[in-house]
């Protein structure tokens, strides 16, 4: 098999849902989740710390540990992102959840594995991309690049030129951001179940 074609199934929705994601829709769905409110704001950091470090230990270290703090403040910066592209902060993240309002305590969850899923479908994209592709063939890189951009082009997302191949050669975050773009945009790997 060539390098492009491996590739091309490295990077299959499929593959990638196999591999990658569903254990990150098997850990979310799998965390037993004791009430959909909280008391106090110290009981939602609390409550996010400890998906934060579920999660993170069974499918981002694998049986490795984060410290409480660290995860406190990973989940809360994530949950900041998520909140802030809907006009809100950490705040309303807690108001949510303290009320049962838009999903409440369940949405912080699904906020916090759809981000660690994310994340992970990136390093497996960035992983194909450094297995497959010799850094130091130019035209190689090229080649591999224009005939990714001929084989998911109408997906990338637009803010990569898929007509000018050798600006992405030297640094392909563009491209493998795009990519990931476009499949939460578009895929059923970032679907819940």
């Given at each position: 098999m060539n390098k492009i074609a491996s590739i091309l199934q490295a990077l299959d929705e499929r593959t990638i849902a196999r591999r990658v994601a569903l254990a990150h829709d098997e850990a979310?769905?799998?965390?037993?989740?004791?009430?959909?409110?909280?008391?106090?704001?110290?009981a939602y950091f609390?409550?996010?710390?400890?998906?934060?470090?579920?999660?993170?230990?069974?499918?981002?270290?694998?049986?490795?540990?984060?410290?409480p703090?660290?995860?406190?403040?990973f989940a809360k910066a994530i949950l900041e992102r998520e909140y802030k592209r809907r006009h809100g902060d950490i705040v309303?993240?807690?108001?949510?959840?303290?009320?049962?309002?838009?999903?409440?305590?369940?949405?912080?969850?699904?906020?916090?594995?759809?981000a660690l899923?994310?994340?992970?479908?990136?390093?497996?994209?960035?992983?194909?991309?450094?297995?497959?592709?010799?850094?130091?063939?130019?035209?190689?890189?090229?080649?591999?690049?224009?005939?990714l951009f001929a084989h998911f082009g109408q997906i990338i997302?637009?803010?990569?030129?898929?007509?000018?191949?050798?600006r992405y050669a030297r640094d392909f975050e563009p491209v493998i951001r795009g990519f990931v773009e476009a499949l939460k945009a578009a895929s059923s790997v970032f679907r819940r179940l």
């Open positions: 979310r769905m799998q965390y037993p989740l004791r009430s959909n409110t909280v008391p106090t704001i110290e609390d409550l996010i710390a400890s998906y934060y470090k579920y999660h993170y230990s069974l499918c981002v270290a694998r049986g490795g540990a984060i410290s703090a660290d995860a406190r403040s309303s993240a807690f108001q949510d959840s303290l009320h049962g309002l838009n999903g409440g305590a369940r949405q912080a969850c699904d906020y916090l594995a759809e899923k994310a994340q992970a479908v990136e390093n497996y994209v960035r992983d194909v991309f450094d297995r497959y592709v010799a850094p130091n063939s130019w035209e190689q890189k090229v080649e591999i690049i224009r005939e997302n637009s803010s990569v030129n898929i007509y000018q191949p050798e």
